[in-house]
């Protein structure tokens, strides 16, 4: 247990973060998976700005790691290629 107010005051606001980027990483991976389900083709390039955007502000927010967000992006992109 912390001694200090500022390490109780560090585990309330981490246990807060906890919470928001649990749910931001639970709506990433939906969003991923939808986005996989999708037929390739006209459907799946009209969501890809949404998905990209999507995986765009999860690495801004820290959720997943930049590179991990361009890796991501580059897969999913291949999907509006193929047909």
């Not at 991923?32 to 690495?59: H, M, N």
């Amino acid at each position: 247990m912390p001694t200090h107010k500022s390490a109780e005051k560090r585990m309330r606001q981490g246990e807060r973060r906890k919470l928001v980027n649990k749910t931001h990483r639970t709506y990433l991976r939906k969003a991923v998976k939808s986005y996989r389900e999708l037929e390739s083709g006209e459907s799946a390039k009209a969501e890809f700005p949404k998905i990209s955007s999507t995986v765009d502000k999860a690495a801004q927010k820290g959720i997943i790691h930049h590179r991990k967000a361009s890796r991501l992006k580059s897969r999913l992109a291949r999907k509006t290629v193929s047909t």
